[in-house]
């Protein structure tokens, strides 16, 4: 083999066609040589620096060759080939070529990473922390366009700080359980807030309440996107997200959900009870839990699970998808959480079957509450709000919220606008009762009432001007039959809102009668009295632990 390797071949010399100064030629040469000698023993410890600099003076040269004309290396490769008398030969010829250009090409691209990432080291005007500042202010998607610029942002990108507050909520589907698991282990400890799912397009004014719940009908932006990409596809990993993307949370010994302050999940179709209280048993941090049209979660469960495991939680916003069809909630549930939760400021239970006694049991247990929102709820009256403006619980209210509720009494509202006067409820600052299909008469719910003169609208305006009152009713000429509304909005995934804006009836002041009326407990301490009607199983009865 040594002979082979020193001895000269027969061939002749091919002349080159392209001239290289016979200094570097001769640099070449002595290179080759020494470097083909050196595969035939293993070079010893001291001339290692000596070969590392013979290779690099041949790598020197070879790039010296960049600037001759690409036809002439064509030519003189083609000619090396064909002297190889093998076809074997001739293909691990080509290989080596091919892997010498690959690993000339690696190293170029990884220097020219280290150049671009020392200069930006040197240039950018913030030091890591402050860089890590600013990242941590970006949203997710920037934030992984940042971390792909330079390898200085990358690893200012990768800290934890950067992912406390995680927001992967779109308007189509587009994230999936890898890429929230991913996101939440790169903040760990560090995660405090999570937000999930699919908000369907812009916010409308807060006087309206349109719902949160996504359907393809009030979808913003659907032009690219295919209901068919919900279904997993071969070799193509779906963007829905499943009942187990919350997992991450508790695991690891539940660190990622140990600090978690807010939680806000948005139609996620696919998550159920089980999961849902998983999450949250991993969360005894919680302040902040906003749930929106998840089909399969039931409010009691929910609640339960809440009451167990968030004793902290400050704000709870539920709105179903399944708009009155819900009605697990039991009463002993609702006085659990009072109990368990005695922090909660604000509490909006939409789309629900929600009976009168057990609002109650919530407005009034609650002492810190400020903010009720039981818009689109079935089986509401008003009733819950007697004797309720100078009570501990409800005195604090200042923002209540009774859109759009089915059942609503117009008498029940006249009472409540009659106690306004009377000096209770002195934190209301914003109160909205307007029905897109008006309230209901006092016998018959079924007869709706549009423009009443029972009820104190400009009284109540006069007086307090401190109050924001929305009152808000269609012409009496756009009735619609109640039965055929009713079957729609069962029939629905969503039913939005009219968006109507007729004046405000001017309602003369109640007589007094009415006050005395509101004022007055007529249940005798015993709730569930006033309730039988409503056929609730024996389990229902009312009670609250002070």
């Not at 809440?306 to 002993?332: A, Q």
């Not at 808000?472 to 969503?494: A, C, K, W, Y």
Request: contains cysteine; hydrophobic residues 35%; negative net charge.
């Amino acid at each position: 083999m040594d002979t082979l390797l020193h001895t000269p071949t027969s061939m002749a010399k091919r002349p080159c066609p392209f001239s290289i100064s016979s200094s570097s030629s001769s640099s070449t040469a002595t290179a080759t040589a020494t470097a083909t000698t050196s595969t035939s023993s293993s070079p010893s410890p001291n001339r290692q620096p000596n070969m590392n600099h013979q290779v690099e003076n041949l790598l020197q040269t070879f790039l010296g060759l960049a600037d001759s004309p690409s036809l002439s290396i064509d030519l003189s490769f083609e000619r090396l080939l064909d002297s190889l008398p093998s076809d074997a030969e001739q293909s691990l010829f080509i290989n080596r070529a091919l892997k010498l250009g690959s690993i000339l090409l690696e190293a170029g691209k990884r220097s020219a990473r280290k150049r671009s990432s020392n200069h930006n080291s040197l240039t950018w005007a913030l030091p890591p922390d402050l860089t890590i500042k600013v990242f941590s202010m970006l949203d997710m998607q920037s934030l992984c366009y940042a971390a792909a610029t330079c390898s200085m942002f990358h690893k200012c990108a990768m800290d934890p700080l950067c992912y406390t507050n995680i927001d992967l909520t779109t308007v189509v589907p587009k994230v999936n359980n890898a890429v929230v698991s991913t996101m939440i282990q790169r903040a760990g400890k560090a995660l405090q807030s999570l937000k999930l799912g699919i908000v369907p397009g812009p916010t409308v004014s807060p006087g309206s309440c349109q719902p949160l719940v996504y359907s393809i009908r009030n979808s913003v932006d659907v032009s690219n996107f295919s209901w068919n990409d919900k279904k997993t596809r071969q070799g193509k990993e779906s963007s829905i997200l499943t009942r187990s993307c919350l997992s991450p949370l508790s695991g690891d010994s539940g660190a990622a959900g140990t600090l978690l302050r807010r939680l806000h999940l948005y139609n996620i179709e696919r998550m159920d009870n089980t999961s849902l209280c998983g999450a949250l048993s991993a969360c005894p941090s919680l302040l902040d839990l906003e749930i929106v049209g998840l089909r399969h979660v039931e409010l009691r469960q929910t609640l339960v699970s809440v009451s167990m495991n968030c004793p902290l939680i400050e704000r709870l916003f539920f709105e179903s998808s399944k708009t009155g069809r819900d009605e697990s909630l039991k009463s002993p549930t609702c006085a659990d959480l009072v109990n368990n939760c005695p922090n909660l400021i604000s509490l909006a239970l939409r789309g629900f079957k929600l009976h009168d006694c057990k609002v109650r049991i919530l407005v009034k247990g609650f002492r810190k509450l400020k903010y009720v929102d039981f818009s689109t709820s079935y089986s509401i009256t008003g009733n819950f709000l007697r004797n309720l403006g100078g009570s501990t619980g409800g005195n604090l209210l200042e923002v209540l919220i009774l859109r759009d509720c089915m059942h609503l009494k117009e008498v029940e509202v006249a009472r409540l606008l009659t106690a306004v006067l009377a000096g209770d409820f002195k934190s209301l600052r914003y109160l909205d009762v307007s029905n897109r299909e008006g309230l209901a008469s006092e016998g018959d719910w079924y007869h709706r009432c549009y423009s009443s003169s029972i009820i104190p609208i400009k009284q109540v305006l006069e007086a307090r001007s401190d109050i924001c009152l929305l009152a808000e009713f269609p012409p009496e000429g756009s009735f619609i039959d109640i039965e055929q509304m009713i079957d729609n909005e069962l029939n629905s995934e969503v039913s939005l809102p009219s968006h109507l804006s007729s004046p405000t009836s001017d309602g003369s002041f109640f007589m007094s009668t009415l006050e005395s009326s509101y004022n007055s407990d007529q249940s005798g301490g015993n709730e569930d009295s006033q309730y039988n009607h409503y056929e609730e199983s024996s389990d229902e009865v009312y009670f609250l632990v002070v």
